[in-house]
């Protein structure tokens, strides 16, 4: 039996387009720029789709920018 990625809810996984299942993540590939090429399989019919996404959105540069500007300390 196959067990999906701990890590992604079933709000993240996608619903299968055919019978509207939620997928599965059954590979992760790095890619050089900052991104990662998510698979996904449907247990049920079989569909497989490929995904990318950002391998780390809290290290993108717009979740940087306003975690850095949330960190200051107020003006006085």
């Known amino acids: 039996?196959?067990?999906?990625?701990?890590?992604?809810?079933?709000?993240?996984?996608?619903r299968c387009p055919g019978c509207q299942m939620r997928m599965v993540n059954t590979a992760v590939a790095a890619t050089a720029d900052g991104f990662e090429d998510r698979t996904f399989a449907?247990?049920?019919c079989g569909h497989v789709e490929t995904r990318r996404t950002l391998a780390d959105p809290l290290a993108s540069p717009a979740a940087m920018a306003s975690t850095s500007a949330s960190t200051k300390p107020p003006p006085r």
């Not at 990625?5 to 079933?10: G, I, K, V």
């Open 1 to 14: 039996m196959f067990k999906s990625d701990p890590e992604l809810l079933p709000t993240h996984r996608p």
């Open 42 to 44: 449907c247990m049920k």
